[in-house]
């Protein structure tokens, strides 16, 4: 867990978060310059809008990362439950029958991936593989390879309702912060997440149960995942099977350049706050600047290089610093 006694936080405002702010700064001055229109009040509304659905999925990774697991599915299954709630409202269901059984879904496909890592003992990386290229190919299934139009005014609303200038999905990523960044750095659970993170061996014999913990965590982002999906389709007035590639690789670089450390046990929810304002920042830029597709997937494959490089040398510098304190503690 990242030291927070020194000088009351000093260090974590003046360090990693500060050189976050200076590139969130950076990032919106360039493209500023670039494209006046950039920092309209209307472009950051609609820049939020289009970060609210990473803004979900990078909470329930910061859960996971920091307790040493990945989740590659997000995409395929957000574009799963969008289909679904179409299907569903297509046939009938009753709105808020839908949406329960399309958060349930969210629930099956946390639970599945839990059930890969804890029991079978695949890594995250690969069972979450699993997870992805199934739950893509139901998407594609169940609406035989088409998007399905969604009719139903009651659901439709979701996407468009706005509450202080605000649509629904802003609030909703704006909940999903406060709520579980609170569960993370003050409960039990949010500790016993960073204990798992920094040993799982130790955190067990500590008398914590990691595989509930790895479960939790998995549901968390099945269900946050299912709530993107859901608003996502809303918006896009359909369920498309084919939506929401790369989603997870958009969230991860968010995480991790919020400060969560790929090896686990260390970071928080407000490093990831500003780790999703910069890669949308980033990404809405390169759109308003008529940067080619194939150059954004470049500009968005270095912006990850980036972020992992920048954890490799905040792990260096934190195992310099275990070590300095080891030596002085002997001497």
Not at 51 to 76: E, W
Not at 243 to 268: H, K, P, R, Y
């Amino acid at each position: 867990m990242e030291n927070k006694k020194e000088k009351g936080g000093f260090r974590l405002i003046g360090g990693d978060k500060l050189i976050l702010f200076t590139a969130i700064i950076i990032v919106f001055a360039l493209f500023t310059f670039l494209n006046k229109n950039f920092l309209t009040w209307t472009n950051m509304v609609n820049l939020l809008i289009a970060a609210s659905l990473v803004g979900l999925v990078a909470v329930g990774h910061t859960y996971l990362i920091i307790a040493g697991q990945n989740d590659l599915s997000p995409g395929s299954l957000a574009a799963f439950c969008g289909t679904l709630a179409a299907l569903l409202l297509s046939w009938g269901v009753p709105m808020p029958i839908a949406v329960l059984a399309v958060l349930m879904a969210g629930v099956v496909a946390g639970l599945f991936n839990a059930w890969m890592v804890n029991k079978i003992k695949l890594e995250a990386f690969i069972a979450t593989l699993v997870t992805q290229n199934v739950v893509r190919g139901f998407a594609y299934i169940i609406c035989d390879g088409k998007p399905i139009s969604i009719s139903n005014k009651a659901y439709l609303a979701i996407g468009k309702l706005r509450i202080l200038t605000l649509p629904l999905s802003v609030w909703l990523m704006l909940i999903a912060f406060i709520v579980f960044g609170f569960i993370l750095a003050r409960t039990k659970f949010g500790r016993s997440v960073y204990a798992i993170g920094g040993s799982k061996e130790a955190a067990r014999l500590a008398g914590l149960n990691p595989q509930r913990i790895i479960t939790m965590s998995f549901i968390i982002i099945g269900v946050l995942t299912a709530v993107g999906g859901i608003v996502f389709s809303s918006r896009m007035n359909s369920g498309q099977p084919a939506a929401n590639v790369n989603l997870e690789f958009d969230a991860i670089t968010a995480v991790i350049l919020g400060g969560v450390s790929f090896a686990g046990g260390v970071g928080d929810m407000f490093g990831t706050v500003l780790g999703v304002i910069l890669i949308q920042a980033f990404n809405t830029g390169l759109i308003m600047v008529n940067v080619s597709t194939f150059w954004q997937y470049v500009a968005r494959g270095a912006l990850l290089l980036f972020a992992l490089t920048s954890d490799f040398i905040r792990k260096q510098r934190r195992e310099k610093e275990l070590l300095e304190a080891a030596m002085k503690n002997i001497k």
